[in-house]
Every structure is written in C-alpha cells, then in structure tokens.
Nanobody
Framework: QRQLVESGGGLVQPGGSLRLSCAAS????????IGWFRQAPGKEREGVAC????????NYADSVKGRFTIFRDNAKDTASLQMNSLKPEDTAVYSCAASNFYCRGYVPALVNYWGQGTQVTVSS
C-alpha cells in the first residue's frame, strides 16, 4: 500500500519548536519530490516547503522562510519539517505530499500521494 504517514504534531507555545516527520511506504521514495502543506480552519490549503528528489533543491513559502527547515533521508524513506519560532498563525493541519515530477517553487507539482495530516496548534 502506497502511503505517507505524518507524526510529530501537537500543542506548542508561541516561539516554540516542533519537528514533523513523514514516513513513506509502498513506493520508491527517492523518485519523488516531497512537499509540506498546511490548512488552517476556514482557509485554503497552502504550500509550505518543497524538497527535490535528491534534496539538492529546497524552496520555502515566504511566511515560513528562515523559521522552517525541510529535510529528507532517502535511506530511511522519511522527510521532516523542523519548525522554529512558531507563531499562532502557524496553527493548521500539516500534511506531507509526494510528487513524481518536481518542485514548482515551494509546491510539489502534480501530487501523487498525500498523508492524512497532523495538527499543529500554537497557543499560550
């Protein structure tokens, strides 16, 4: 079964950090670009970051640049999103996605697989 499973979400205070993980199975992970998306209540889903198949190309949305870092480990079929200096406006459900095309800026083109999402809440 081809799937992505996120973990690591939770409640954190403003200024805090969280690390999200995305574990892939059932497909050739290193043939896919990986992106992270988020969707806040009442808002459209937005791209956050994208990393190319080999990890040599990384792009971020302006809203998270300098605070979030995307990683991938092709040997372990995993990707991660390190989130620092979190703000209340970062509160959302975060999902990872895989595309066997490429990153179109900070968004993967033509997503093939989606994770189920993990809730991140930034609040005091």
């Amino acid at each position: 079964q081809r799937q992505l499973v996120e973990s690591g979400g939770g409640l954190v205070q403003p200024g805090g950090s969280l690390r999200l993980s995305c574990a892939a199975s059932g497909f050739t992970f290193d043939s896919y670009a990986i992106g992270w998306f988020r969707q806040a209540p009442g808002k459209e889903r937005e791209g956050v970051a994208c990393i190319s198949r080999s990890g040599d190309s990384i792009n971020y949305a302006d809203s998270v640049k300098g605070r979030f870092t995307i990683f991938r480990d092709n040997a372990k079929d995993t990707a991660s999103l390190q989130m620092n200096s979190l703000k209340p406006e970062d509160t959302a459900v975060y999902s990872c996605a895989a595309s066997n095309f490429y990153c179109r800026g900070y968004v993967p083109a033509l997503v093939n697989y989606w994770g189920q999402g993990t809730q991140v809440t930034v609040s005091s």
